[in-house]
């Protein structure tokens, strides 16, 4: 096991148990999170960028060019790959496991980058709800049910201005501080958004 690799294990494993601990940071909402109706997972597979997040302590050495590459186990369940860029010019990559809760076609996923052994623990589980998403499958907000965490993703490095205001408008109205996202930097030429 590579050294970066057995790092980012150990990283990943105290974050998902810092995640779930009782400590809470979610933002005031008067009302609960909406996911999309229905998530058709085979659409969903392959590469995602991600564009914009809510800061979070365990993506802090990601630097740029971050993305996910989700595809189906022979389980049922998906195996998910991160990786991103960072500062020093290093790749970080991260193996986990996805499962959807409730059927087939629910929105509601939870992603386990912890070892295989842990994973009767729910504190390695974490919430990855999709709530929203365009009907071409291009373009996904995925959060949490305490609105804690927020990325915006595309299949594409960069993503069309008024698509991602249109994005924040529905988000906004979702209760979500948009003021908080950070911008993902995926290259030197990746077109800023403002």
């Not at 052994?117 to 949490?144: R, T």
């Amino acid at each position: 096991m590579s050294k970066i690799y057995s790092g980012l294990v150990r990283v990943l494993f105290a974050s998902s148990i810092f995640l779930f601990s009782s400590f809470s940071y979610s933002q005031t909402a008067d009302v609960p999170v909406k996911t999309i109706a229905a998530l058709d997972v085979p659409r969903y597979l392959g590469t995602w960028y991600e564009i914009a997040k809510f800061p979070n302590w365990f993506q802090k050495k990601c630097f740029s060019n971050t993305r996910a590459i989700y595809s189906l186990r022979p389980d049922g369940n998906l195996k998910v790959l991160n990786s991103c860029k960072q500062a020093d010019g290093e790749i970080s990559q991260a193996e986990g496991l996805a499962r959807q809760i409730g059927p087939k076609d629910s929105p509601k996923l939870e992603v386990r980058f912890a070892p295989a052994w842990l994973a009767f623990l729910p504190l390695v589980w974490g919430d990855y709800w999709v709530i929203d998403l365009d009907p071409q499958y291009q373009v996904a907000a995925v959060s949490d049910p305490k609105r804690e965490y927020l990325w915006i993703l595309s299949r594409t490095p960069q993503m069309d201005k008024k698509t991602y205001e249109e994005l924040l408008v529905r988000l906004h109205a979702q209760q979500f501080d948009t003021r908080k996202l950070e911008l993902t930097t995926q290259s030197s030429t990746a077109q800023k958004l403002n």
